[in-house]
Every structure is written in structure tokens, then in C-alpha cells.
């Protein structure tokens, strides 16, 4: 079942940043308290308590975190149910899209795509990721991120207009073949010219390579799921982010 393939991935990149609290898996950054770096994922047909809930509210407001689940529901059917209980809401229930790499679609576009390794580029993609989605100027520790991507077997990519970086993306460390597609940014300045789709075809196809057979995202709109389907992505999913605010 590719939810349970998704939540070992999941487990898997939380790498040494995480705790355990009952059936529940918390991945917390403690130089950066911003939700997509700080959450927990259930344990696969996890039926939490009242008291296991409780606890795990206490884990992050004890880090001066927000209380916050992504995961796939399917694979923990039970649990929603009891975080409702608890107060929790849900951000937002988003598709599941999947697509092998030998079945992505190429989208042309005007600016050069390519990975990068090198710092100067990973602080441009650092930069391009942090303005587009509206966080705070990139850091030392937003590329040392994108590092450890490269390091454990992942992918960066930019696409550049000139000297300039208008676009970026990355696929993460693979566990077992399967790895997300995440943090695809594109300036303002530069949207609605393919840019986006075109990042997410390199790093799709260029996955193959990486042992990354099984690339995954989750669109945070539907004009972004539209982007992703042009290039070869389909539903197969849902996952579930869910928080008390």
C-alpha cells in the first residue's frame, strides 16, 4: 500500500531529529519552528488515547512548537477521529499524486534546468524557496538542509535565467525507492511560464537514477495540481495535515 510506503519515507528523513511519544513518530527542527519542519506521523493503524493525544500536545508545546500530524489517513484510520476529540483541525486534506519516472513529461520552457551541488547555487535555491513561499531571508541553516538532501542521496534543482535563479525544487533522500517532491518555488517575477513543471520533470526523471522509483507529492492547490498532472503526476492518495492552533 503506497501510504504505508509514504509514512516509512516519512520516518525515514526525520533522521536523528526525532522522538517517540506512544504511537506517534515527531520530527522537530529546532533551529526553525515553521510547520512544514515540525510534525508527528502515526504509527500505521495507530488508535491513539486521550492520554497518548494529550502527551503528545505536551512534547510540542514543551519545544515551543505547534501540535501538527501530516500524514496519509488511510493508513491510520483512527486516529483523525481522536485529534478531532482533542480540539485539533484540519489545515487542509490534500491529493496524493504519484508518477514513475519513465512516464514523466517533459515541459519546455525559455531557462535553463539543471541540478545543482554547489554552495552558491544551494544558497540561490535557498533564497528562491524561502521568498516564494514567504519565509523568513535564507540562513546557514537552510542550505545545510538542502545539504544534508544532497548527502543522503537526494536531489536540488534551479532553473536559471541568465545569471539569476527563477526556479528550484528538490526530491528528497530515497528510502526504499520512494521520495517527495517538495519545495518546488518560482519567483513572482517568473510564474505562469512552465517553470515549475519544468523543475519537477528533472527531478522526477532524473530520480530514476537515484534509485527513486516511486517520486510522491502532495499539491497545496489545486493550480499546483494542475501543474503536476501536465508533467505526468496522478491521484492515488490523500494525506491529512492537521494541527491545534
Not at 500524514?71 to 476529540?85: H, N, S, T
Not at 519565509?135 to 546557514?140: D, L, Q, R, S
Not at 501536465?230 to 491545534?244: D, M, N, T
Request: net charge negative; with cysteine; glycine share 10%.
Amino acid at each position: 500500500m503506497l501510504g504505508a510506503e509514504v509514512h516509512a519515507y516519512l520516518r525515514s528523513v526525520a533522521g536523528d531529529r526525532v522522538v517517540r511519544s506512544g504511537p506517534f513518530l515527531m520530527r522537530f527542527d529546532e533551529h526553525d519552528d515553521a510547520l512544514p519542519f515540525n510534525y508527528a506521523i502515526p504509527d500505521d493503524d495507530a488508535a491513539p488515547t486521550a492520554d497518548e493525544v494529550a502527551a503528545l500536545i505536551a512534547a510540542f508545546w514543551g519545544r515551543a512548537r505547534t501540535p501538527r500530524l501530516e500524514y496519509v489517513p488511510q493508513v491510520a484510520p483512527k486516529v483523525e477521529g481522536a485529534l478531532l476529540e482533542a480540539g485539533f483541525t484540519a489545515e487542509g486534506r490534500y491529493p496524493l499524486l504519484v508518477c514513475p519516472p519513465d512516464e514523466v513529461v517533459d515541459a519546455p520552457v525559455d531557462v535553463q534546468v539543471a541540478l545543482v551541488t554547489d554552495d552558491a547555487s544551494l544558497w540561490q535555491v535557498a533564497r528562491v524557496m524561502n521568498e516564494a513561499f514567504e519565509a523568513p531571508e535564507a540562513t546557514e541553516h537552510d542550505v545545510a538542509r538542502l545539504r544534508r538532501v544532497l548527502d543522503g542521496g537526494g536531489l536540488v534543482a534551479a532553473a536559471v535565467d541568465g545569471d539569476e535563479v527563477v526556479g528550484a525544487g528538490q526530491l528528497g533522500r530515497p528510502h526504499q525507492g520512494v521520495a517527495e517532491v517538495a519545495g518546488i518555488a518560482v519567483p513572482a517575477s517568473h510564474r505562469r511560464r512552465g517553470i515549475a513543471g519544468a523543475v519537477t520533470a528533472l527531478l522526477t526523471r532524473q530520480g530514476a537514477a537515484a534509485g527513486i522509483t516511486t517520486p510522491f507529492l502532495t499539491p497545496a492547490d489545486d493550480g499546483a495540481a494542475r501543474v503536476y498532472a501536465r508533467v505526468g503526476y496522478r491521484k492515488v492518495g490523500e494525506a491529512l495535515h492537521i494541527s491545534l492552533r
